[in-house]
């Protein structure tokens, strides 16, 4: 089959979680567009306003010389990038709220200056604004995302994966987190992964070595799902396993499709974004940042 990004299956670690967690939310967060605003939709909710402010800052520093890296301060940044996370764009629904997330996050950072460990060394800036490559031609089906940081491992002359962690649990056994940014990081530039880690940013001033999977093992399972989702989109089936009363991935967007949302603006990417008092005042959606 002859290449065709336009039309093909595009998945990501983001949107397979979705998927594995209920394809009827999976359908409504990537797939579903309003019929008035022709945009996607997006609950947007505090932890995730927390986790994009602190990444933004992070994902800036990627772009400067090692030695120039720490030159400002991060809480400076910080509180720039927050104009774009605060209020209801965040999620906030009182000030007492929203100031306890932003003293998180500028916490978080001042660890990081602290402890810079590997973010004052050598590292690698994939070119692609949306790293991606083709999982399956033969499917026609496409993997995409991005990674927090690279390291250069320059005795090695390898690559370090690092994710970095703002919510307060630890990433499940068993994600595919890994698999998923160890075959982007190998088929998106031309160094091998030797290492990868997370970084609890919330608790640990080091890194969570973890173990790396096997790269044919990685994309089997990856593969194997990406189908699964092609099939469901060409079926147009996207059945919640909890039945009709839905479940707790799928039901936010079901309420705003009942009109309960409250629509406070546009994300980076033109999605609509919504609040819902009840999901903005609960710590679960920390278990969704990704």
């Known amino acids: ?11 990501s670690h983001s949107s397979i979680s979705d998927f594995l967690h209920c394809p009827r939310a999976y359908y409504l967060k990537n797939v579903y567009k309003d019929k008035n605003t022709g945009n ?60 306890a997330f932003r003293q998180r996050g500028e916490a978080m950072l001042r660890r990081v200056y602290n402890n810079p460990g590997p ?7 994939i070119k692609q604004d949306l790293p991606y490559y083709w999982l399956s031609e033969e499917d026609n089906i496409i993997l995409c995302g991005k990674v927090d940081w690279l ?13 970095f962690k703002t919510g307060k649990r630890k990433e499940e056994a068993g994600s595919l987190q890994l ?19 997370y970084w609890y940013l919330e608790t640990d001033d080091r890194l ?16 194997d799902i990406a189908r699964k989702i092609k099939l469901a989109r060409k079926l147009e089936k996207y ?7 839905g479940c707790f991935a799928c039901q936010p967007m079901e309420r705003i499709l009942k009109g309960e949302g409250e ?20 710590d679960k959606p920390e278990s969704e940042i990704l």
């Open 179 to 197: 698999p998923i940014y160890l075959l982007l990081v190998q088929n998106t530039q031309t160094k091998i992964v030797s290492r990868a880690s």
């Open 151 to 163: 390291e250069y491992l320059a005795d090695s002359d390898t690559v370090h994966i690092i994710d």
């Open 263 to 282: 629509l406070v603006g546009n994300d980076q990417y033109g999605s609509d974004v919504y609040i819902l008092p009840e999901v903005n005042e609960s």
């Open 119 to 125: 973010l004052k060394d050598l590292s690698i800036k």
């Open 40 to 99: 996607k939709m997006k609950v947007m909710a505090p932890a995730l306003a927390l986790g994009g402010a602190v990444h933004e800052v992070l994902e800036g520093l990627t772009v400067l010389p090692k030695d120039t890296r720490f030159s400002e301060s991060l809480i400076t940044k910080f509180q720039a990038v927050w104009t774009k996370y605060g209020g209801k764009q965040g999620g906030f629904l009182n000030q007492d709220t929203e100031y």
């Open 1 to 11: 089959m002859a290449r065709d990004k336009y039309n093909a299956v595009w998945v």
């Open 208 to 223: 969570t070595v973890q173990d790396l999977p096997e790269v044919a093992e990685a994309e089997k399972k990856v593969l």
């Open 239 to 245: 059945d919640c396993p909890k039945g009709k009363g």
